[in-house]
């Protein structure tokens, strides 16, 4: 079956930096993307990569290995507003995309 | 440019009743679908559509149904509501069909969706 990991909760502190962490096992690779969700809205687009290799976009960057079906979202500098759930998803051979349950990322000052 | 509006925001059904929640985006996107996001669960796709008069099943269809006849709209129907069907439903689009790795979805604010 396809299944995609991630942790369920991290803490980090303010001005700080977290890495969060997805390996997943699906049927065919066309992409991996991270999405931001604060509590009560609606998912919005944070990266995408597909190709092995950093992806950088200011406070955030996301790491891909395709051999080991592996993905991190590092996040720098942390401020308050980046108390969030971090979704991973997959998208597989058939073009559907396989969602992780979220990584809900806790920041205290 | 107001983007993926969902109505309602919150609805609150007893079983075995049927209701139609409503999707509009305003840009001019081909792809559109419907989700549901359940605690401790990955968002789980019901339907989806990549152009006006053509949809298709996702991997939890059953209890629901979908139409495209235009591009801007894509409704989600509940046939027959069930406990189970309790849930936050998303509508998502992108502009390009979901036939292409760097697939962006837009997603519109949330349905809660109570079933008793």
């Known amino acids: 079956g396809q299944n995609i990991d991630q942790p369920t909760e991290m803490t980090a502190t303010e001005g700080a930096i977290v890495q969060i962490n997805c390996t997943y096992q699906t049927s065919g690779f066309n992409g991996l993307f991270w999405y931001q969700q604060h509590a009560g809205e609606a998912p919005t687009f944070l990266s995408y990569n597909v190709l092995d290799g950093l992806e950088e976009k200011g406070r955030f960057s996301s790491f891909l290995s395709r051999s080991k079906g592996y993905s991190y979202l590092l996040l720098k500098e942390l401020q308050m507003k980046d108390s969030a759930s971090y979704l991973c998803?997959?998208?597989?051979?058939?073009?559907?995309?396989?969602w992780g349950a979220g990584t809900k990322l806790i920041i205290k000052p | 440019n107001a983007g993926v509006t969902q109505t309602p925001k919150f609805q609150v059904l007893k079983t075995g009743q049927s209701m139609t929640l409503q999707c509009a985006q305003d840009?001019?996107?081909?792809?559109m679908s419907w989700y549901r996001q359940d605690p401790g669960m990955g968002l789980r796709l019901i339907h989806y559509?990549?152009?006006?008069?053509?949809?298709d099943q996702g991997e939890v269809p059953n209890g629901y149904n979908v139409s495209r006849s235009t591009t801007e709209d894509f409704p989600l129907r509940l046939l027959s509501a069930a406990p189970s069907q309790t849930s936050v439903y998303f509508c998502a689009s992108s502009y390009q069909a979901s036939y292409s790795g760097a697939n962006v979805l837009t997603f519109g604010a949330g349905s809660r969706l109570t079933v008793l």
């Open positions: 840009m001019n996107h081909e792809y």
């Open positions: 998803a997959v998208m597989d051979s058939n073009y559907q995309l396989i």
């Open positions: 559509s990549v152009g006006a008069g053509i949809t």
